[in-house]
């Protein structure tokens, strides 16, 4: 197994309790404000990753490569909830009425 792999492997754990927590505390559209905050923040504990904030609820992440010129990947993700009350009955439900992913 790899180096990478193994640290992603290493990290599979906290990626889904990241994910789960931000399920327990959605924000709609353009007020995201705390999982901003949060992205930013823990984003910015790996290194080397600049991380900045762009239109306010925005958070941008760069990943600098060993090459110059090498290709690049760019990711997306939507952090926006739903108005929408949720109904599953997980473990990690919304916390918060009526919005939910």
């Known amino acids: ?14 990626l ?3 994910r789960r927590d931000f399920h ?10 705390e ?3 949060r992205l930013e923040a823990e984003l910015a504990r790996l290194k080397p ?4 904030r762009v239109a ?3 958070v941008l992440a760069r990943i600098k490569g060993k090459r110059r010129g090498a290709p690049a990947v760019a990711l997306r993700a939507d952090i926006d ?4 009350q949720e109904q599953t009955g997980l473990p990690f439900t ?8």
Request: hydrophobic share 45%.
């Open 16 to 18: 889904v309790e990241w």
């Open 94 to 101: 919304s916390e918060v009425p009526g919005v939910m992913h």
């Open 35 to 37: 999982t901003a905050k």
């Open 81 to 84: 909830a739903l108005p929408i």
């Open 1 to 14: 197994m790899s180096q990478l792999a193994r640290e992603i492997e290493a990290m599979a754990g906290t």
């Open 24 to 33: 327990r505390h959605p924000e709609l559209a353009f007020a995201e404000r």
């Open 56 to 58: 306010g609820t925005g």
């Open 49 to 52: 990753v600049e991380v900045r």
